[in-house]
């Protein structure tokens, strides 16, 4: 396969027959927090860090949004939408943060968003519970510029390399171009014939800081969960 | 008093927030980084907004502790959201004494509850006039930028 990310990628984007609009277009973010300065502070940083934010106080405002909601399903289809990142808080009245991740998760449309937690606690059983269900990262709260920029990365990551599935996913694991990125790819693609899936040098990439949401690339047989750096942390720090 | 003396004065008082410990300078350094040319005023939005939001969760504290029996998980629970917004906002002498207050909802200690609302609201209360000083010290000492 060509070494050239940037040709592969082209080729990749007539395969998955992308239009250049999609790809040009800024993150969209739906922020879902109670609080009302905090939902402005974090449509602020998002802004700054050119995403569209569409911000809602609620759970369940957010699963009314995204179209999931049972009681209140709008007759006007959702396939349009497209939400790259959801980024909620965790203590919230009436739905909590994990429900509503859990909810997105079970959702055929939008699990493959990426779906951050926030929560001015550090617990680690939350973190674990919150990664175990499928959360992208967990992020100490207050959010910082340098937190929100991270979570650009991986949205960036996602939209420069392309989407497979039509309706609102973003597949950030299967679709990353090493060359382009220089971070090793994740497990199996959803393509079979994929050229990306099979290209991995972790030679190239530079160890990320533990710190990092980047998820790293377990070798192929390990589950997912394993891609979280917070697990990762945890693990090399076990006795 | 000309521009360089009323930017001095806003620099001094910023200095004086953060050596008294009534601001977290890595918190507010961080909103403030969120201010450009669009949005000059964002931290005093922000700071606004938290005053306007901290009127309503007091009112609910303050119904929830004069309501009989305390419901002291819904007394904790508001309080925790109001603190989550001191956070936010870097207020910790605020956000001290909301600890306080949430200690003594774990212990269900309606006294020591009501004892440290009043804490809670004074700090609440000064930390509001030194704002208010340091963001019209802000605006007059930009004013005589623009002239």
Known sequence: MARNGVVSWRRMSEKLDLSPPLVSEEAHVLAVDD?????????????????????????????????????????????????????????????TGYELLKKIKESSTFKEVPVVIMSSENVLARIDRCLEEGAEDFIVKPVKLADVKRLKDYMTTARDVGVEESGGGMNKRKLREPCDLMMPTSPPSILPSSPLSSSSSPSKSPSPPLSSSFSAPASPSSPSSLGSPIRRLKMTNAD | MDRNQLQRQVALKRSFLFEQCYLDPQQFVQLEELQDDANPNFVEEIVTLFYKDSARLFQKIEQALYSRPIDFAKLDDYMHQFKGSTSSIGAIKVKNECSQ???????????????????????????????????????????????
């Open chain 2, 101 to 147: 207050f949430k200690e003594f909802c774990l212990a269900a200690n309606a006294d020591g509850c009501v004892r440290a609302l009043e804490r809670v609201k004074q700090e609440h209360q000064t930390l509001r006039i030194h704002l208010e000083n340091y963001f019209q010290l802000r605006r007059q000492a930009g004013l005589v930028q623009r002239v």
């Open chain 1, 35 to 95: 609080s009302l300065v905090d939902r402005k502070v974090i449509e602020r940083l998002l802004k700054i860090s050119s995403c569209k934010v569409t911000a809602v106080d609620s759970g369940r405002r957010a699963l009314q949004f995204l179209g999931l909601d049972e009681e209140k399903s709008s007759t006007v289809g959702f396939d349009g939408l497209k939400v790259d990142l959801i980024i909620t808080d965790y203590c919230m009245p009436g739905m």
